[in-house]
């Protein structure tokens, strides 16, 4: 992997999602950078959705650059790449709101996914499913033909 990209989560959804102006029936945390809005109706999913895409660290990169809406509820994930320190804040209705307390450092990235693998068959164990060239998503459906 070659930069470092830090991995952050907020540390109290509800407390930072009340200061940036959204409320929601609930939110559910989900894995390291995930969480879950529900809403009640589609208006305030949309209006919720659209302050989550103007959030912008430092008046340049977004905070939340994976969005997804499913309904009602918004799949956010907390994509900025960089160090947060005190002096990193977003601006919100004309205010800067400095982050760091909002949020708690996780990880530091030290990989990526790769979509070219490779796959090694010890003596005895010979792949009848798998060709060269194929995709890594075959080798699931190749090792349980082994055993079936």
């Known amino acids: 992997y070659n930069r ?14 009340q200061e940036i102006g959204i409320y929601c029936r609930s939110v559910i945390p989900r894995m390291t950078r995930d969480f879950l809005l529900v809403f009640d109706d589609n208006e305030s999913t949309k209006n919720a959705e659209k302050v989550l895409n103007s959030i ?3 008046d340049e990169d977004p905070l939340f650059n994976e969005i997804d809406k499913r309904g009602n509820e918004l799949f956010v994930t907390l994509s900025y790449p960089d160090e947060i ?5 977003i601006k919100f209705n004309e205010r800067k709101i400095y982050i760091k307390k909002y949020v708690t450092f996780v990880a530091i990235k030290n990989g990526m996914h790769d ?3 490779f ?3 010890s003596d005895g164990i010979k792949s009848n499913t798998l060709k060269d060239g194929d ?3 075959n080798l699931h459906n190749s090792i349980l033909n082994c055993f079936t």
């Open 4 to 17: 470092v990209k830090f991995y952050y989560r907020l540390t109290n959804h509800e407390a930072f999602l």
């Open 56 to 58: 912008k660290v430092n």
């Open 85 to 89: 320190s005190v002096e990193t804040f």
């Open 115 to 117: 979509s070219k693998g």
């Open 119 to 121: 796959c090694f068959f």
């Open 135 to 137: 995709n890594v998503s």
